[in-house]
C-alpha cells in the first residue's frame, strides 16, 4: 500500500508507541487520526508535532472500557478525515496482578480494553470500507502471550486473545483484501510504574542482550503497511528473541 494521502487511526496514540508509529506515518505522507483516552494535552502536542511532519491529524477522544464511547470513534474517524485505511491497535491497559490476586472487575476491563475494542473496532472499520478498497489492521501484541507467566494476569490472557483474534480476522478479511497482522512487543518501552533499571536488567533475559526501541517496532509496521500486500494473519515478533527463551 502507498501510504500517501492515506489515513490511518491509531488508538493510544497520543505517547509512546502509538506516537512513534504516528510520527512515522505521517513522515510517509500518511494523514491520522490520534484516538487518546486521558493524555489531552500529550495528544495535542502529537497532533502538533504530525502537522510539522506535513500530515493532517485530528484527535478523538473516547474510554475504550466503555462500548458505547468504542462504537463512535470509527463513524467520527471517517467523518473528521473522509476516509480510513489502516487500524493500528496499539492502546492497551497493563494491571498488575497474579492469578491469586486478579480480580473480576480488573479481568472484565482488560478484556474491553485489550481484546474487545480491537474487535468492535476492527469490525466497525472493515463495515466502513468499501468492498473495492483495501484496508490493514495491525494488533499490537506481547512476547509474554506466547509463554504466560504469574504475572500481569488479565492482560497476559487478553493478548493471547488478541493475537487469536488477529489470525481469525485475517482469515474472515483476506477475501476482503484487508490485511490484519500482529506486531509482537518484547521489553521496548519500561512500564511507567517500573523502574528503569529494572527494565534495563530485563536485557541480561533476553537472548539478543538488549532492549528494543521503538523504532524497531515503526519498522515492523511499515514493512506490514508498505509491502505485506499478500501477508495476513503473520505476528511479527520484534522481542530479540524473548519468545525462544
Ligand atoms: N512498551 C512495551 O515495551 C510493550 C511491550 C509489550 C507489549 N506492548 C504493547 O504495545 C502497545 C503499545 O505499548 P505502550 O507501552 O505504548 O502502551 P501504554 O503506554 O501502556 O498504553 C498506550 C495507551 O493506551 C491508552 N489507554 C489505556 N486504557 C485506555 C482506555 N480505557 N481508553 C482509552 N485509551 C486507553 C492510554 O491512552 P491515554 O494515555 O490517552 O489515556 C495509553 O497512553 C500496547 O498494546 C502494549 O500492550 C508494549
Known amino acids: 500500500m502507498n501510504l500517501k494521502h492515506k489515513v490511518a487511526l491509531i488508538t493510544g496514540g497520543a ?6 508509529l504516528a510520527i512515522a506515518l505521517a513522515q510517509q505522507g500518511c494523514n491520522v487520526v490520534i484516538h487518546y483516552g486521558r493524555s489531552a494535552e500529550a495528544a495535542q502536542q502529537t497532533i502538533t508535532e504530525l502537522n510539522t511532519a506535513g ?21 467520527f474517524a471517517v467523518e473528521q478525515a473522509g476516509r480510513l485505511d489502516i487500524l493500528i491497535n496499539s492502546a492497551s491497559i497493563f494491571p498488575p496482578e497474579d492469578f491469586m490476586s486478579a480480580a473480576s472487575a480488573t479481568w472484565d476491563r482488560s478484556m474491553m480494553v485489550n481484546l ?40 497476559t490472557i ?21 490485511q490484519v497482522n500482529g506486531i509482537v512487543l518484547g521489553a521496548i518501552l519500561p512500564n511507567v510504574n517500573d523502574d528503569p533499571a529494572l527494565f534495563e536488567r530485563l536485557a541480561q533475559h533476553i537472548p539478543a542482550r538488549r532492549t528494543g526501541s521503538p523504532q524497531e517496532v515503526v519498522n515492523a509496521m511499515l514493512y506490514l503497511l508498505q509491502t505485506g500486500d499478500y501477508v495476513t494473519g503473520e505476528i511479527i515478533r520484534v522481542d530479540g528473541g524473548k519468545h525462544l527463551v
Open 116 to 155: 474487545k475494542a480491537p474487535f468492535l473496532l476492527s469490525q466497525a472499520f472493515a463495515r466502513t470500507l468499501p468492498k473495492d478498497r483495501p484496508g490493514k489492521i495491525i494488533n499490537l501484541l506481547d512476547a509474554s502471550a506466547m509463554r504466560p507467566q504469574n504475572h500481569h494476569f488479565s492482560y
Open 158 to 178: 487478553s493478548k493471547v486473545g488478541l493475537e487469536g483474534l488477529t489470525m481469525a480476522m485475517a482469515h474472515a478479511l483476506a477475501g476482503r483484501n484487508i
Open 55 to 75: 500530515a493532517k491529524a485530528w484527535l478523538i477522544s473516547a474510554d475504550l472500557g466503555d462500548e458505547a464511547a468504542v462504537e463512535t470513534i470509527i463513524p
Open 15 to 20: 505517547k509512546r508507541v502509538g506516537k512513534a
